[in-house]
């Protein structure tokens, strides 16, 4: 017996950009990310550029975690080794469940296209368990 077919369902998604230097002019990324979002079919409900700074960023995720009109998170940036990154680190706290093996699937496909330097990215992501 074959996978069943799942029919597509739209998402409401938070972006959030971490970075000391990005403003809505130079977001390159988090702009990416809400045209890939918004061409996949999904809503983007909101999006924010905050500082490199754990208690912040954790702030800012843990009030679209309680939203009941968000139903994903998309962050970029803060995830070197830099002394100023710290997404995983303000992150993992709120997680319920994380997705074993999305960081490793993360630098695979990116290792097609920067190399080694995708060794750089400590990805991680996270399920809320389904209530």
């Given at each position: 017996?074959?996978h069943?077919?799942?029919?597509?369902?739209?998402?409401?998604?938070a972006?959030?950009?971490?970075?000391?230097?990005?403003?809505?002019?130079?977001?390159?990324?988090?702009?990416?990310?809400?045209?890939?979002?918004k061409?996949?079919?999904?809503?983007?409900?909101?999006?924010?550029?905050?500082?490199?700074d754990?208690?912040?960023?954790?702030?800012?995720?843990?009030?679209?975690?309680?939203?009941?009109d968000?139903?994903?998170?998309?962050?970029?940036?803060?995830?070197?080794?830099?002394?100023?990154?710290?997404?995983?680190?303000?992150?993992?706290?709120?997680?319920?469940k994380?997705?074993?093996?999305?960081?490793?699937?993360?630098?695979?496909?990116s290792?097609?296209?920067?190399?080694?330097?995708?060794?750089?990215?400590r990805?991680?992501?996270?399920?809320?368990?389904i209530?």
């Amino acid at each position: 017996m074959g996978h069943a077919e799942s029919k597509f369902q739209a998402a409401n998604i938070a972006v959030l950009t971490v970075s000391d230097t990005r403003t809505e002019e130079n977001d390159t990324s988090g702009g990416y990310l809400v045209e890939q979002a918004k061409e996949a079919g999904h809503k983007v409900v909101d999006k924010k550029i905050v500082i490199d700074d754990m208690y912040k960023i954790r702030a800012i995720v843990s009030q679209w975690i309680a939203d009941e009109d968000v139903q994903a998170v998309m962050i970029t940036g803060g995830t070197g080794f830099t002394s100023r990154d710290s997404t995983p680190e303000a992150l993992k706290p709120l997680f319920d469940k994380e997705v074993e093996g999305f960081g490793e699937l993360f630098r695979m496909v990116s290792y097609e296209e920067i190399g080694t330097s995708t060794i750089q990215s400590r990805a991680v992501a996270a399920l809320p368990i389904i209530r």
